[in-house]
């Protein structure tokens, strides 16, 4: 029974979705991890997860807007002709692919900890408008070089404050407080010297707490919970400060049969705009994700999963598929189109 718990509440922890710094975050992991059972895990568990999250439509506020109107607009607002010349560079595709170690540790039956390592890779197709100095313009599409490498790291304890019953609560409650370090690079450079995206990169340059609150309740056999994490961003090393984030998750899972557990979740989602206190980051005037006006977003998705455990085992395998239903964004921005994630994990 301890490990059949313990694998749901692995597979509760892993079964995350990660969408880039704007859209989601680094400590996404955290919030699954706390809406599983993880809290009863009696011992050390280990996951390895796969994310892979696809960005392609451009939102203006709430509403689609295309690629080439994007630059229609910009090109609108030019001078016909200039001395210099312009440039705008737009994003149109985004692979944001994520793997990510997670451990966890039982120190007595109500206090936990856990931490998560995990390695991004960033890819980013782009197209730029550019009008010479004659008024000749010229749109052009590229792709950036990858970024990629260690990301943030996550550790957070988790205390049960309450449980109607230790040995198998059906209503619980959890309190969390972690830290997220900056363990991942932001000051990746492109080819030609200026720094990648802050969005792009693989950390944040800053040291942040996190806050959560799990609650879980079932009502035989499905279990509910409900998971609301605050990560309160500070400002990075180079001056970039990344918008504070909320998400409140709303989970369902059914055991379906002995191996067999589908749920379905209610994602919401609120970023506040960054800040670029130095400046280091910002190209408002060339490129629309250059540009903390262009950042903050509030959405709400839905997330079927699937989870199998492996027969007298440990193990267990999830899957989940995120699709956003609502996105409201600050600005201009590319958003995620969808997300899947896949994750084996163990408990001993
Ligand atoms: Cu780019």
Redesign the pocket.
Known sequence: MRIIVTTFLFLLFTSSVAFAHGECCLSRSLVEATTSDITTASNFGLSLQYEYTNMKTIRDGTSKISHNTVLDNVAAKWPTTSMEGKSF?I?TRMIMQKYTVLGTYSATERLQFLATVPYVIND?Y?RHLMRSAMGMDMRMDMK?DTVEGLGDMTIMGLYKLYMDNPDSPTKKLTLGLGLKPPTGKNDEETASGSLV?AM?QPGTGSWDPLFLVNYLHTFSPVVFQANLLYHMTTEGDEGYEFGDKVSLDLIARYPLANYVSPGIELNGFYSDQDTDHDGRYSRPEESL?DNPDNTGITSLSVSPSLRVEIPKTGGSVDLKFQKPIYQHVRGTQQVADWSAMASVAWAF
């Open positions: 560079a994003p980013m782009m950036m995206h792009m994700l």
